[in-house]
């Protein structure tokens, strides 16, 4: 004999009911994504300071992906260009000194490590603040500091280097003024090295060539073109010759108009 077998389920009020929605509803709820507005604030600004840096040159305009510096260099790279923006650079001037001088932004470089630079060449040379990111003006004291393919490596050196070819030339008679005007017309001259470079030459200059140091500190050039390559050949051509010219004329000309002047 079969039998019925009934089954007897619970019989939710509507109160009840009303709170197993409101559960469910709060559940589902809770199981969202929450967008943090943190995060996505954070990685807004990362992606505007990449452009930000692309359009100076500090990070190549079509660097890929996986070759992006990472936040923690992006806020190192940006530290650097407020530094030197409140040295006087725009932003019309980091393109050229980025290329000039990428060392100026790589990772290892802390702008404690320029900052006693500019205070040499501001204060020991006398060159102007704003100077510093001027591209194309003429050379003189205010020029020192300017990013040029000239000077931006004066940027990378260490100030005791820097004082040193300041110190050579008052040993050789140049005065205190003379020697920083004779820096801003060369200032490739903190790249030389004295006793491989500078005192060669000046030697050569006083004992071979007879000529004394007012010549120098009107020409300091001389110090920038090679002395076996171009000094010595062109002194001993015209002294055989008993030829006497300022050192500007003699060095100064390219090889075709100078040998064509004193065959």
Not at 204 to 230: A, I, T
Request: aromatic letters at 10%; one cysteine or more; hydrophobic letters at 40%.
């Amino acid at each position: 004999m079969l039998h019925s077998v009934s089954l007897s389920l619970p019989i939710l009020s509507s109160s009840h009911s009303g709170n197993l929605k409101r559960r469910s509803h709060s559940h589902t709820h809770t199981l969202t994504p929450n967008r943090n507005p943190l995060y996505l604030k954070f990685r807004t600004a990362y992606r505007e300071n990449l452009r930000y840096l692309k359009t100076l040159g500090v990070i190549h305009p079509e660097a890929k992906p996986n070759k992006l510096p990472l936040p923690d260099a992006v806020d190192h790279y940006l530290a650097t260009v407020n530094f030197l923006k409140s040295k006087g650079f725009s932003d019309a001037d980091f393109p050229r000194l980025a290329f000039l001088c990428p060392q100026l932004f790589s990772i290892h470089m802390d702008s404690t490590d320029i900052a006693p630079v500019f205070d040499f060449l501001a204060v020991d040379l006398a060159a102007s603040v704003r100077s510093i990111a001027r591209l194309d003006s003429p050379i003189g004291i205010e020029d020192l500091m300017a990013p040029t393919n000239l000077n931006a490596h004066l940027l990378n050196m260490r100030v005791e280097k820097l004082r040193g070819k300041i110190r050579f030339l008052h040993s050789i008679g140049f005065s205190h003024e003379e020697a920083a005007t004779a820096c801003a017309r060369l200032p490739a001259i903190f790249g030389y090295g004295i006793e491989t470079n500078l005192q060669p030459k000046f030697e050569y200059l006083v004992k071979d060539m007879n000529r004394n140091v007012k010549e120098l500190k009107d020409f300091p050039q001389y110090f920038g073109f090679s002395l076996e390559k171009r000094i010595m050949p062109r002194h001993l051509h015209l002294k055989q010759r008993k030829v006497d010219i300022p050192l500007n004329r003699m060095l100064m000309w390219g090889d075709q108009k100078f040998y064509a002047k004193w065959k």
